[in-house]
């Protein structure tokens, strides 16, 4: 189910008067359900000495959400210089931060090693000798081809542009062994939003045979290994949850054989995005325009430049109106936000209460990849971001964008050259 009781009976009964201080749109954010999720997956390892979780921050990149994961305990995953920094600031060093970029760029890699560094995750065999210096930690992340099936959003890993391939892992680690590195990583990230807690444990069992392998070719032991992301969470109401327990449960005796036939155990790392945070947040929205043509269309005050899943990937997010029963006669509409795309709607032919201008729409699950992935196009801004703090107060955490922001990267004074001299 969508979005927990718990956080509705926080939320839903001070909603109005949040909604009328602030005004509408906004993404917020429960922190009694973020920690509450991070200290679940902490103690599903706390078997596993190591183990750690470095929050995939693309996900939510708000300092005071990675403030409240740096306090749980997390790392940070990082692909962007903008994410390093963000990490960085909210308290991450060293080894705290995991650098995995892809197609990365000279600058990418000094901001990688500047201000204490950080674990580098090189996503092919060619930037080995591209890394300016070469740390004393490495990590590869691996492509396993067509060994693995990916899924819908990742891709099938043969046609992805990410990781080294199979038949170039090896070489990989000699390569940067012999430019001075001397301690050793791999990482993998295969799904997203898997619900089936399967594909995580066979994800484990395959960077372990692979590390078994590159020991026996090469003499490597290692340190950790990082199953990624791509913890699924049920957007849709029929959707099961995925099965922490019994994950951590499997991999946890995968773990243990290894360690009985190798003599040794690598840390486990985990960098999930969405499924720490992905259902502790909604977008709340407010219904502007109601417009009867061939379909009926809520018009509300937010487009996709808040939450782009649905038009990127038809994602469903699951839809509440404030305050109305769905017991009491449901209408068939689409939920449209005003870009000039057709695809920007939150929700197509869905059963929702008859619907008013004015009346607050709550859109589940924007906690991950939501407010983040929002772009610009057609003019159209960025909502704000507020906290549901544990102490029952709301924060601002990020202000709505304005025009000003908008037309900042316009170039009024000229710069202008003559190619043709
Ligand atoms: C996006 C991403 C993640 C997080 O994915 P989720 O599906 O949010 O768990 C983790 N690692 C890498 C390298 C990513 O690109």
Redesign the pocket.
């Known amino acids: 189910m969508p979005m927990s009781q718990a956080f509705k009976d926080r939320l839903y009964p001070v909603l109005p008067g949040i909604a009328e201080h602030y005004g509408t749109p906004f993404h917020i954010y429960d922190e009694i359900g973020i920690r509450e999720t991070a200290r679940r997956l902490n103690e599903t390892f706390s078997g596993l000495e190591g183990f750690r979780e470095y929050y995939?921050v693309?996900?939510l990149p708000n300092p005071r959400i990675l403030g409240i994961m740096a306090q749980m305990g997390f790392g940070f995953?990082c692909?962007s210089i903008a994410e390093l920094v963000l990490g960085r600031r909210a308290g991450a060093k060293g080894e705290d931060l995991m650098f995995?970029s892809n197609n990365t760029s000279r600058a990418e890699f000094r901001a990688a090693a500047a201000d204490g560094g950080s674990i580098l995750n090189l996503d092919d065999i060619s930037l080995v000798p591209k890394v300016p210096e070469m740390p004393e930690l490495i990590c590869f992340?691996y492509n396993p081809g067509p060994q693995r099936s990916g899924n819908s959003i990742i891709g099938n890993p043969v046609e992805a542009k990410y990781g080294v391939a199979h038949h170039q892992i090896i070489e990989a680690y000699v390569q940067a062994r012999r430019r001075g590195a001397k301690r050793f990583g791999i990482h993998t990230?295969l799904a997203?939003?898997e619900l089936d807690y399967r594909y995580m444990v066979q994800t484990a069992e395959m960077l372990l045979d692979l590390i078994r392998w590159i020991r026996k070719e090469i003499g490597i032991v290692f340190e950790f290994i990082n199953i990624?992301?791509?913890?699924g969470i049920p957007y849709r109401p029929d959707d099961s949850p995925f099965d922490l327990r019994a994950m951590g449960d499997e991999i946890r005796q995968l773990m243990q054989v290894f360690r009985g036939q190798e003599g040794y155990c690598p840390k486990l790392y985990m960098?999930?995005?969405?499924?720490m945070t992905?259902p502790h947040g909604v977008l709340v929205v407010r219904a502007i325009n109601r417009k009867d043509i061939y379909r009926t269309h809520i018009g509300v005050d937010a487009c996709m430049s808040a939450l782009m899943r649905p038009a990127i990937y038809g994602a469903y997010h699951h839809i509440e109106v404030l305050g109305k029963d769905p017991g009491l006669g449901l209408e068939t509409v689409d939920v449209v936000g005003s870009l000039c795309e057709n695809n920007d709607k939150f929700a197509i032919q869905r059963p929702l209460p008859p619907i008013e201008d004015g009346d607050i729409l709550c859109i589940h699950d924007t906690g991950?990849?939501g407010h983040a992935m929002g772009f610009n196009y057609n003019g159209k801004l960025r909502p704000k971001e507020l906290l549901l703090r544990r102490d029952g107060r709301v924060e601002l955490i990020r202000r709505a964008e304005t025009l000003d922001d908008y037309f900042a990267t316009l170039q009024f004074d000229r710069d202008i050259i003559d190619p043709n001299p």
């Open positions: 995939a693309k996900a995953d692909s995995t992340r990230m997203s939003n990624g992301g791509g913890l960098e999930s995005g969405r499924y992905g991950a990849h």
